[in-house]
């Protein structure tokens, strides 16, 4: 049962399909809800929703009126994509994963969503996030094993790809949220460049870190659906032939950061970084050490200020007014915040810079193209009373910078691992497209 449960689609497939004359939609809605309707319930990577094929018929039918030849249609014409429950959409109620009224948390519908209705998606719901996108896990299990934690807090959007309910979905990343749950899922999560995307209609965690991000099957959905997403992608958008996929590129020179963070990876995890780095030294890369992150702990305490007083500025209202709705978790890191100082966020704001700095100097002395580390400490752990650990993806959120998590093999339970892939700052073409070869070494999504 739990293989049957694993079933992944191709993105670049999907719209394929689409510009190859399955004009079909009306039948491809119908079996969007039936795989929904028969896995959900084992699964809970959707919010519930009455009357979701209807919605979903209606909106199906509007957008074969406004593009009736498939092959001049929108680049995702008819594609289903799922949407974390802390972004807004028009026509669906945001519920954050809370008890707290959903007219409270109502706002005008997000960027990311109008962009991907422009490029003819169809909205299939909103996706199972922790409660605000913090700590507080929600219900959804983990497709290759139901008894897991599938991550989070994007836990819905990553189990909706790996399952093969929807070839895309949109998740937040403040931490972890992105790059974790593709890990434990076996899926390919993509979190740009800090501000890529705009947040405009996403309910703020913690603004200075919060970073819309995607999920797909593999490298080349991603490829495919970042430059409709992002602002002033370089190179051609997604117009032409769908399915290209990132260009080859010949293997990059990867850096190891060396030191306390590292040590943060468990045993497993470390065992199978070292395996896949064999495997990509193999595959013609060039694998470095450097040093980077000499003084991790400090800067976690760091990400931390800035973290929980954000998050306190951002619930002020709410949870003066609906404080005994918050489940404890949330409510403990907004206190926490509370007692942060002004005067110390600002200072944990401008540490950032100077982090920044450094990292991109370490880069260039090393002359290496990208940073690889494991995406998670360990593969997905056993129960759904925790999302996991998000420090692997802790410095990079810090510093804004780019990261990939590409499925990189299993554990020895036969629970997915990932490849944590970080490019500068800006370069999130090139962290996509050297990113390829890597992907094609380790094997691609784990099934």
């Known amino acids: ?60 039918r509007a957008l074969a009126a406004r593009h009736p030849d498939p092959a001049t249609a929108p680049p995702l014409y008819g594609v289903a994509v799922g949407i974390k429950d802390i972004v807004h959409v028009d026509g669906l109620p945001t519920h954050a994963g809370s008890a707290l009224p959903p007219g409270v948390l109502a706002g005008p519908q997000a960027a990311v969503v109008d962009r991907l209705r422009a490029a003819g998606a169809l909205v299939a719901g909103k996706t199972v996030t922790a409660e605000f996108a913090g700590s507080a896990p929600g219900p959804t299990r983990n497709p290759h094993h139901p008894g897991h934690t599938p991550g989070g807090s994007s836990s819905g959007s990553a189990a909706a790809v790996a399952a093969g309910l929807v070839p895309l979905a949109i998740g937040t990343q403040t931490i972890g949220s992105v ?20 947040l405009d209609g996403v309910i703020p965690n913690a603004p200075s870190f919060d970073t819309v991000g995607l999920f797909t099957a593999d490298l080349a959905g991603a490829a495919l659906a970042a430059p409709l997403l992002c602002d002033d992608w370089r190179g051609e958008r997604q117009g032409g032939p769908p399915g290209d996929g990132p260009p080859v590129l010949g293997p990059p020179v990867l850096g190891v950061p060396a030191g306390p963070y590292l040590e943060q990876a468990g ?55 609906f404080g005994g709705l918050y489940r404890p978790e949330t409510a403990a890191g907004i206190r926490h915040g509370q007692a942060v100082r002004p005067e110390d966020h600002a200072t944990a704001l401008g540490v950032r810079e100077h982090v920044r700095a450094r990292l991109a100097e370490a880069w260039a002395a090393a002359g290496v193209d990208l940073v690889v580390a494991p995406s998670a400490t360990g593969p997905a752990p056993s129960g759904l009373g ?34 944590q892939v970080v490019g500068a700052a800006g370069a999130d073409e090139s962290l996509l497209a050297l990113a390829a070869p890597l992907e094609r070494a380790l094997g691609g999504p784990a099934r």
């Open 386 to 419: 925790s999302t996991g650990d998000a420090v692997m993806s802790l410095p990079w959120s810090y510093a804004g910078l780019p990261a990939v998590s590409l499925p990189a093999g299993v554990s020895a339970d036969g629970l997915p691992l990932g490849l």
């Open 1 to 60: 049962m739990e293989k049957s449960l694993v079933r992944p689609r191709s993105l670049a497939d999907e719209v394929a399909r689409s510009r190859g004359g399955d004009a079909d939609l009306a039948g491809r809605v119908d079996r969007l809800c039936g795989r929904i309707e028969r896995l959900d319930p084992l699964l809970h990577t959707f919010v519930p929703e009455a009357g979701r094929p209807e919605r979903l018929h209606a909106e199906a």
């Open 179 to 198: 790059v974790r749950p593709a890990a434990y899922c076996g899926v390919v999560g993509f979190r740009p460049t800090y501000g890529r995307i705009p």
């Open 267 to 321: 045993p497993a995890a470390l065992a199978a970084f070292r395996a896949q780095l064999d495997r990509l030294a193999a595959a013609g890369s060039t694998v470095r050490e450097i040093e980077l992150l000499p003084d991790f702990a400090w800067l976690v305490r760091q990400v931390r200020t800035i973290n929980r007083f954000e998050q306190a500025r951002g619930h002020a209202d709410w949870f003066a007014r």
